[in-house]
């Protein structure tokens, strides 16, 4: 069942998988009040703000169940990390590891990715990443998928110049589908120079449980890197 608002596309479908555990329903209540962005507020003139001595600040769009959210927050103390997740148990699970680990430099938004993209300022990410999208198969469920040209318009808005926006998927189509939509954007160039550009893993990617599970199932995955250009380029 769609959880789409009348008159708003969706990404996404249901919200809820199985049910919460007591402590994973507790820390929803007690601790994502503390982290959560309100997309209804004034946003921040510098993301930045919002962590304590972040260099730069990242976006992860349907993290999932956080497996590389929490990773490169860990390898990166100094910058400010964003997850997005509109599925209420991916969250949980998110909130369950920061509190394990004690990490301070996340913010999350439990919500559709769209109402951020709208509501950060222009310029002030440093790299978006897209890892594993629902890739809606059927022809007739294609404008769900959150590849389109203006969510790469979005990302440009939101990137500085020489920032990033990397894409993971185990589908060949989609993959297609968003290196032709990327390539025919101004506002990026594709950064691969040889096949193992987008057959390898990015360096230092801890990867994800679909991941695995794709590999483990013989799908093959494809790492694309797109980077912002500079204005007037």
């Known amino acids: 069942m769609e959880t789409v608002e009348r ?23 007690a601790l994502l009040p503390r982290l959560a962005l309100d997309p209804a507020a004034s946003a921040p003139s510098d993301p930045r703000a919002l962590f304590a001595g972040a260099d730069e600040v990242l976006l992860e769009i349907g993290f999932g169940g956080a497996e590389h959210l929490i990773a490169e ?18 969250m949980a699970k998110a909130l369950a590891l920061i509190e394990e680990r004690q990490i301070a430099n996340i913010r999350l938004h439990h919500g559709d ?3 951020l993209l709208a509501w950060l300022p222009a310029g002030s990410l440093a790299r978006i990443d897209l890892l594993y999208p629902d890739p809606w198969p059927k022809r007739r469920h294609w404008k769900r998928r959150f590849v389109q040209d203006e969510t ?3 990302f440009a808005r939101l990137l500085r110049p020489g920032g990033e926006f990397r894409f993971a998927t185990d589908i060949a189509d989609y993959a297609a589908w968003t290196l032709v939509r990327l390539l025919r954007s101004p506002d990026f160039e594709w950064t691969a120079e040889r096949a193992d550009d987008w057959r390898q893993p990015w360096q230092g990617f801890s990867g994800t449980r679909y991941e695995a599970k794709a590999k483990r199932e013989g799908r093959v995955p494809c790492y694309l890197t797109f980077r912002r250009m500079s204005l007037g380029a």
């Open 7 to 29: 008159g708003k596309r969706g990404f996404f479908g249901r919200r809820k998988g199985h049910a919460l555990r007591p402590r994973q329903a507790a820390l929803l209540d």
């Open 73 to 90: 927050a860990e390898r990166h103390p100094r910058t400010g990390f964003i997850g997005s997740e509109p599925f209420i148990n991916g």
């Open 113 to 115: 990715a769209s109402e």
């Open 152 to 154: 790469i318009a979005a």
